[in-house]
């Protein structure tokens, strides 16, 4: 039997019809680039999210960067992230002349330590070289971070907060989502992420109006919008008018039409993560440390990743047995070349642990039982 680590196939043969009619909607229609799904799919990722507004964009990295463009971080600023996460959280800061400044984690969850966060904060503030402008706390493998925590740092601390949800869009925490706490929560449409187009996609959720419309016009390459026309006339395409540096990074329509038939199926997927969550942590207790959740907390499981202290024997052995795994993430960011010299105030011993340890097993909706036992024997019959 060949096993999938993720399971897009499956996915794609619950739904193909309604995917492929709306895609044939979009060829006949021919509003290939902004077209009328985009808006329509942005109404209805806000609503799923509980946000006032959603942006979309080209990739959840972008997402992560438009938000950090709009505020204006620049030179001086420093913008507090895990290390134990994808490359793409730490990406975008440099990109603004701003330095990354790396928290650890906590061991159980993976995701931010508020404590740490907090020492991280006053570290840099008594160097006084940068200043603390901008927290981006990650779901990391689809859990919530600790929001009530990290939120309240931040406004003691007046700081803004991103919640890099790229692989936990849909997660909650006391049943809210993110945007309860942060300024903006992003997410990325990566086919292999919980909520996933084909190709590349990301978005940006936000209450805040004003905020939603300086990303547009950067996502647009700084094109006009309602509020630089005021008091002046313009009598061309806005688009032609351009009132700060921006980029080009839209979702394309066709995208959107796709995550539209997605998102109608998403809720019960996420309900499905959990059932296979549940079989996992009963049947490798005790064998591997299994994942813990924040209390309160509800992942939608974008990875099951298991510690083992031998990970790489572990994955040697699931390869012969047909089992797929991955490592997320082999070398924590303040470890990574380019990103060594930015500040890691008292540094991030928990990080370099799980970066040692971790393995991910397949995790997926359509999981089903059968396969799972196989995946699950596998892993109890590896004696290293
Ligand atoms: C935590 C995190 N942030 C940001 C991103 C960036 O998303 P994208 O690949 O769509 O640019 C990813 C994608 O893998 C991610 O896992």
């Known amino acids: 039997m060949s096993i999938a680590f993720i399971d897009l196939a499956a996915q794609q043969r619950r739904i193909k019809p309604a995917i492929d009619a709306a895609i044939q909607k979009v060829l006949a229609h021919g509003g290939y680039v902004m077209g009328p799904e985009v808006r329509v799919f942005e109404a209805r990722l806000a609503e799923f999210g ?14 992560i960067a438009l938000p950090l463009m709009a505020w204006e971080i620049g030179p001086g600023d420093a913008v ?14 440099p990109w603004t002349g701003a330095e990354p400044v790396f928290v650890d984690v906590l061991p159980d969850t993976y995701n931010l330590d508020p404590g740490k966060l907090e020492a991280a904060i006053a570290a840099i503030k008594a160097e006084g070289r940068l200043m603390p402008k901008v927290i981006v706390a990650v779901d990391l493998f689809g859990q919530p971070a600790d929001y009530p925590k990290i939120a309240e740092i931040a406004q003691r601390h007046s700081m803004k907060l991103i919640a890099d949800s790229a692989q936990g869009f849909g997660c ?31 978005a940006v959720l936000t209450n805040d109006d004003a905020l939603w419309d300086v990303m547009d016009s950067l996502r647009v390459h700084g094109k006009a919008v309602a509020g630089d026309l005021i ?12 009132t700060r540096i921006g980029m080009n990074s839209r979702l394309d329509t066709i995208q959107a039409a796709i995550l539209l038939e997605k998102l109608t199926i998403f809720a019960d997927e996420i309900d499905a ?17 299994v994942p813990a959740v924040i209390e309160g907390g509800v992942s939608v499981w974008a990875q ?11 994955a040697a052995h699931l390869k012969t047995q047909g089992v797929p795994s991955a490592a997320y993430y082999p070398v924590p960011m303040h470890l990574q070349a380019p990103y060594a010299r930015y500040p890691q105030p008292g540094g991030l011993p928990v990080s370099e642990a799980a970066a040692d340890k971790v393995i991910a097993l397949p995790m997926h909706a359509y999981l089903g039982a059968d396969t799972q036992n196989c995946i699950i024997e596998a892993v109890l019959g590896y004696n290293g």
């Open 231 to 242: 008091g002046r006339s313009f009598h061309h395409d806005p688009k032609y008018l351009n």
């Open 50 to 63: 509980k946000a006032r507004r959603a942006l979309s964009c080209a990739n959840g990295t972008d997402a």
């Open 172 to 202: 909650t925490l006391d049943s809210k989502h993110p945007i309860h706490w942060a300024d903006v929560t992003t997410t990325s449409f990566f086919p292999a992420k919980p909520l996933g187009c084909y190709g590349d996609g990301g």
């Open 304 to 314: 099951y990743t298991v510690e083992h202290d031998d990970r790489d024997g572990l």
């Open 273 to 289: 993560r959990q059932t296979v969550a549940a079989r996992y942590a009963e049947g490798l207790a005790g064998a591997v440390k």
């Open 80 to 93: 507090f992230c895990p290390s134990f996460t994808f490359t793409a959280t730490a990406e975008v800061v």
